[in-house]
């Protein structure tokens, strides 16, 4: 007999009814409530702290609630069982954002001010595209059927194609002519040498043709409106990816998906941040969802495999295969993304397990797959993907970074947009910063955390592992852990940096750093024969390279030879959509690409344990 | 407010739940009793007449109920309304077969004798292969994706094609690869260059690959089942088409769809009647309905509209336009039909709105597309369909014939099987006849009809009009009908042919000829001129061409330049099946096609009047 009870979430009073013995996180998962749980809820990250106000519940010990935090009644949530009605009260820190408020990203804000102009360097060809056609109507002489009536048109105005059209389309093709007196707009996915016919509709629609370009990272979903009649970007948002509920990294995703249920859950998740971001920019643009004809997607492989449902089991199991490199253009409502019903989903096809689409997307966004001189391109999100080459070769490989270089994973982490601190400079116990937009501040962005880690370490405040070393008097104890005061944020909490969020940060840059001196070791390269040096992330437009190299992120190359590129997955998605170069070129650099696989390298432990350092050292 | 009825038919005790002022056809429809209907439910036909055992309701008056049928409460189905609870029993006579019964075919009935070798000129090649691949497991150093294994191993054992998969075969892969410890079968659906991934199978299924081909003709719907593997034709089984219950001809059928909810009863009827046939095959050879992977549909565009749902409204009306010629193949599940749920259905290509796949079939069955002489070709059905032409040039014509030469639409027709009374001797009031089989008689097929009718005729029993002269006993007269009794059946009930049934054969055969003479007027060319006349359609082995001839179906050429081919529609999806010459053959033709539309001829109709006497006249 199965026994159900409510689980009641404040400040949403949101009643959940759950079932007997179920534990606290999959509850509020149940009720669409996600929460921070960088483990995927095993116990061991102790981020799903949740407060409990009543009810009968039965929790496991565990070294990750101090005894303030108990004295307060809260738990972790995935190791608490439901025993009775409950109601429990959400921490807000732990809380994964919905959605960042609607408004047009500024100067200085992510994604910006570098835009990838892809049409200096190809032709403009989206991948769908809208054609009115004026059709003769038939007459005994002219008895052609209205399908090869359609078609002799398409040859004569687009192209001598092989067109191709499925059962719902054919179905509509009588009455829809008709009714529109033989006036109507053919929505055409092309592929190679083949066209797909996805929609037909009365009259003359073809001024109204937009895509989505969609960037899945494994913390941060990112999403772009573009207007495919001229490449416009219309608008770009960006929202926390609400998988984090179920795991920080990759390998807790995977263990997740290979619960009962797990996968299906995971999927759902993704799609639903998706289609959030989706309406959202319709809404602003004030542009039909069916209007939207085309969706691409860029992301790590475990990304696209969650989002197709593809087990994704078998990337973490030696010797790590994914379904597929390159994946078929599919409906989007077979995985339920939400545009025209007749909308295409396509994938950029990716390299390896820990090297998918996102990096084909910097790899050609960037430009190194053409260069002749050594460059490398790194591309740091909560893996670090690291690319070596030029015209003549290209490797990879994939180091885990961790989510704080993205705001997430430490206390006053967020995106880069308006209101984040990403400019530092510490005196001692005078502090000037800027925040993006010059506005009150309201937490710390990745190139902000890079300037305070910096500043900290000049002004001798931690030591070379890190560690809160001075007297400072901004430096604060809060239930046994030191924090770092930069000021008070625009709620009138204090805005911080704690040793926890040190110690992420310097395993992150260090992660990233040893994985770049591994590569170039394995490739018998000395850092001073790179030529170029790219840089792409979730960054503001202030990423200080000076002081990326001090912390020990970046090597100490001449400040001339890196570039930022910005978010270069998405920009890469955008190129998708747009040009046919791009879609072909995509294919090609994913079969000249080598892999590195760090965990069996002989030298990559050794170059980490260097890296834990700032900037870092021989020992 | 909606108040139901039950209506009650006998002989089966079914209960039909219908709305107050239902029409009684429809309430039988609505209860799947599928009774004769030439004209659809029009009140023209007078054939679907139901016997009233109880309860209220309201009739029309019509000339076509007889007094001694009144006085028996026997009234018009689709002309009278049902006010209460009622109970009706159905007369035998009208309920359209719901099956042949499951035996072998023999020698002497159709499908039989006539089968087209296709292996003579063309190369095997079925459109549907499945492909054994026992593959490496990956290894760090082989560590290509899953499908990008299966497509490398594809290429190199079966072609070297461009591949294509869905997604839901993407996301059975990865297990099923590794469940069947890398032994996997791919089904392969091949068009032109391209091959699509249809399924994916563990272990070696590979000996199981078999083909439903279908004709679906306006009366008769005939299915073989095919291994895939050798060509081999297993079974062949033929029902008619239930779809009689909503009018005899096309134009009754569209006329029909044309209603709320018309075109999905047509629909439903025709792939309930497919499914039923496919089931009894599969039955019969043992064959699991998953090891069916393709069906290939040849028939009139008509059936092939309604089959796929499309609106076949503006096939009646002027300049007649079809909504496709050439249609995608699709997944069968697509359109109900019941076999692998990943099977493939094709249709092959049709030329013109009255001169459909099942006419593509004949021109390549018959060989006259490659012919150098002049040949003529005519498939005898609902219509009568015929092609003039040889390896130059392809004209073709349509006409309505009715469906009494298929053994519907006549008092004791039925199809060309054992008990089919096929060949007939009159000499005076004695009657010599022979069934296929030689079993006991049990009706009459089309074969047998054209020897009566010319024997009635030498005998002076009917004149050059039709209309029986004589005074020989066989004639009887029922309900101020005449009759002539040939024979008793095997029920003991009379076996006869009415006055209106040699009306209906007069009719059709008058034309048939006559479309062929206009058709070879209209070319000006002599019947003289025509080197090889092919026939097709669903006669018996036993066709008498002398006597067809003699009647005025058949021009009076020389014996020896008929050939009787049986029925050239399912032989082509057979062929289609397993052929890629026949493919592109199909495509070929359907280009090099051209169309004289009968009804906007100006000597059809006086041809056809001349056709009304037997053989014909000028008069």
Chains 1, 2 share one sequence.
């Not at 209205?146 to 398409?154: A, P």
């Not at 910096?454 to 852990?481: A, C, H, P, Q, T």
């Not at 591994?518 to 792409?536: R, S, V, W």
């Amino acid at each position: 007999m199965r026994e159900y009870y409510v689980l009641t979430v404040h400040p949403f009073n949101k009643k959940i009814p759950v079932r007997k013995g179920t534990d606290l996180l999959s509850g509020l998962i149940k009720g669409n409530i996600f929460i921070t749980s960088s483990c995927g809820g095993k116990g061991i990250c102790g981020r799903c702290k949740v407060k409990i106000l009543k009810g009968n519940f039965s929790t496991e010990p565990t070294g990750k609630i101090t005894e303030e935090e108990k004295n307060k009644n809260i738990y972790l949530a995935c190791r608490t069982t439901i025993l009775d009605n409950i109601e429990v009260e959400i921490i807000p820190e732990t809380i994964i954002p919905e959605k960042i408020e609607e408004r047009p990203f500024e100067k200085g804000e992510e994604f910006y001010h570098i835009k990838f102009d892809f049409k200096e360097r190809y032709n403009f060809s989206p991948l769908t595209k809208k054609i009115f056609l004026r059709l003769p109507s038939p007459t005994f002489e002219d008895h052609l059927s209205d399908y090869e009536r359609v078609i002799r048109s398409l040859k004569k105005n687009y192209g001598n194609y092989e067109y191709k059209i499925d059962l719902p389309n054919l179905r509509k093709l009588p009455n829809v002519l008709r009714n529109s007196r033989w006036e109507i707009t053919i929505t055409i996915c092309n592929f190679k040498n083949a066209a797909e016919i996805t929609n037909i509709e009365p009259g003359d629609t073809s001024k109204k043709n937009y895509g989505i370009a969609v960037d899945i990272g494994t913390t941060t979903i990112a999403a772009s409106l573009v207007d495919l009649n001229n490449g416009e970007i219309l608008k770009t948002e960006i929202t926390f990816n609400k998988q984090a509920s179920f795991g920080d990294d990759i390998i807790s995703r995977i263990i997740f998906a290979e619960r009962k249920d797990g996968l299906e859950k995971l999927h759902h998740v993704v799609t639903e941040t998706i289609n959030e971001l989706i309406l959202n920019l319709s809404k602003t643009c004030e542009i039909s969802l069916n209007d939207i004809t085309t969706v691409v997607i860029s992301g790590n492989m475990t990304m696209v495999h969650l989002l197709l449902k593809l087990n994704p089991s078998f990337l973490r199991k030696e010797p790590y295969i994914p379904v597929a490199n390159v994946f078929p253009y599919i409906k989007s409502a077979e995985v339920g993304i939400r545009i025209s019903p007749s909308g295409i989903l396509a994938i950029i096809p990716g390299g390896y397990p820990y090297v998918g689409g996102d990096i084909t997307s910097g790899i050609i966004v960037s430009g190194i797959y053409e260069e002749e001189s050594l460059c490398l391109f790194v591309d740091i999100g909560t893996n670090g993907e690291i690319v070596v080459g030029n015209k003549d070769f290209l490797v990879c490989c994939s180091a885990s970074a961790g989510p704080c270089f993205e705001g997430s994973g430490v206390k006053n982490g967020m995106r880069a947009i308006y209101g984040a601190i990403q400019k530092v400079k510490i005196n001692n116990e005078k502090i000037y910063y800027e925040t993006i937009g010059d506005t009150q501040p309201i937490g710390i962005c990745g190139s902000g955390y890079i300037e305070i880690l910096n500043e900290l370490f000049k002004n001798g405040i931690i030591n070379r592992n890190g560690v809160f070393m001075s007297d400072n008097k901004r430096i604060i104890d809060v239930d046994g852990m030191k924090e770092f005061v930069i000021t008070e944020g625009i709620d009138g909490e204090k805005i911080v940096i704690t040793q926890a969020d040190i110690d992420n940060l310097i395993r992150a840059k260090g992660a990233i750093y040893s994985a770049i001196s591994t590569i170039l070791k394995t490739l018998g390269i000395k850092f001073e024969d790179i030529k170029k040096f790219y840089i792409a992330g979730g960054f503001g437009s202030h990423l200080n390279i000076e002081k990326a190299i001090e912390i020990g992120l970046l090597p100490n190359l001449p400040i001339e030879r890196f570039e930022f590129l910005g978010n270069t997955s998405l920009q890469g998605a955008e190129c998708y959509l747009l040009t046919e170069d791009f879609r072909k070129i995509s294919e090609e650099i994913i079969k000249k690409l080598t892999y590195i696989d760090l965990s069996r390298s002989p030298i990559y432990m050794e170059e980490y344990l260097k890296s834990l350092f700032i900037p870092h050292t021989d020992f």
